[in-house]
């Protein structure tokens, strides 16, 4: 099997990051004293202390088998104009609208057809929290959205509103707190069951459903909400050579998904037919199992 090529080995040009969010503050600002860090924390509140292993494995006994209904990926999209993330500080506009502010980003640092998988990476990225909606379910946001972690083993302080975790069950569990707890050390983050949320559950459904997006676009989805890792570095001890090779993209994947939140609107009319186009191309079939 070929090396996948890493971001710094193709000459990447970086997104220009704006230096404030839609709010006209700083990105992941979440001690900041405003109404919407308030909702913010009360979703992480009830995440925190009610995510545990045993909820997680419930979860994925409850949406993995991908028996809810079935649709296209343009029609479960346009679901996201009905949704808005209550766990996110930088931007209070419908998931529709970031999911295009991130893939035009992606778009304009990645123009070429044979890189043309990345910007549909960053349309589909978000396309997991479908689950928020009527036909999915109506999860609660703090089982849809968020950052993610790993269950069955120790949490770290580095997590956003990391205090929240004192609510949690398996915290006083002495076999789930430790460094390793259930894991062995460098077992790979594929063996490893995070918290419940959007990524897991639009990676399995590509994956699922026979999707050709490459692997590293695949590992954007499944783990861009793991600040701890990606940001913070916590964790990669259960990390194995398969997951450092995926890190670097990864973290380029960030700089859009995070620095392209802003006020800035696109017109979904417009563009439906370049991202249709790219649909057709990596996922072929007219219907998705969800």
Known sequence: MAPINTPSSMAIIHCSASPKNKFGRGFREYDEDNERNTMVENVYHLNHSQQT????????????????????????????????????????????????????????????EEEDWYPL??????????????KFGSEPQWAVVGDTFPVGCRFSNKIVHSKFFNSNPDSSVEDLSTACGIYEEGCGMDKVHMSWGHDEYMYQ???????????????????????????????????DVSDWEMLPWLKDFNKYDLYSKSAQHFSVEELKPYYQGLIAKYIPMATLKW
């Open 205 to 239: 459904v590509l994956i699922q459903n026979g999707c050709s997006i490459p692997p590293q676009g695949l590992y954007m989805i499944r783990y861009h909400s793991f600040y701890a890792l990606h940001r913070d570095e916590e964790y990669q001890h259960l990390m």
């Open 53 to 112: 292993l045993g909820f997680v494995l419930a979860m994925k006994e409850r949406h993995l088998k991908l028996d809810k209904t079935e649709m296209g990926v343009w029609e479960a999209a346009e679901l996201l104009n009905e949704l808005v993330d209550h766990s996110d500080p930088d931007l209070d506009m419908a998931q529709i609208e970031h999911a295009l502010q991130a893939a035009e980003a992606i778009r304009r640092d990645h123009p070429s």
């Open 121 to 134: 990476v960053g349309f589909l990225h978000d396309l997991g929290k479908v689950l928020l909606h009527p």
